[in-house]
């Protein structure tokens, strides 16, 4: 099995939906590094999100453009807990 490293940005919707997800912060993973390889994107970035305005997945499956400031808000449970199952650390 090959060891991966991570790259997990934190940020915050701005858009409202119905599963009140505007209120937490949200765990967006960028991308992943192998052990021997490049970095590897599997999507947008946080910044490029906030500076295009294009749209971010966090690992809840919630999609958004963020744009607040993601300390303002408790950390998402279901990004956490699938974050914590993958071996993470999760600040907050």
């Given at each position: 099995?090959t060891?991966l490293?991570?790259?997990?940005e934190?940020?915050?919707?701005n858009?409202l939906?119905?599963?009140?997800?505007?209120r937490f912060?949200h765990?967006v993973?960028?991308?992943?590094?192998?052990?021997?390889?490049?970095?590897?994107?599997?999507?947008?970035?946080?910044?490029?999100?906030?500076?295009?305005?294009?749209?971010?997945?966090a690992?809840?499956?919630?999609v958004?453009?963020?744009?607040?400031?993601?300390?303002?808000?408790?950390?998402?449970?279901?990004c956490?807990?699938?974050?914590e199952?993958m071996?993470?650390?999760?600040?907050?």
């Amino acid at each position: 099995m090959t060891q991966l490293e991570t790259t997990i940005e934190i940020s915050q919707v701005n858009q409202l939906d119905d599963d009140n997800h505007e209120r937490f912060t949200h765990i967006v993973l960028e991308g992943f590094q192998p052990k021997k390889g490049d970095f590897i994107p599997v999507g947008n970035s946080v910044v490029e999100g906030i500076i295009n305005a294009a749209p971010v997945r966090a690992l809840c499956g919630k999609v958004w453009v963020p744009g607040k400031d993601p300390q303002k808000f408790p950390v998402c449970p279901t990004c956490k807990e699938v974050a914590e199952s993958m071996g993470w650390s999760v600040p907050g």
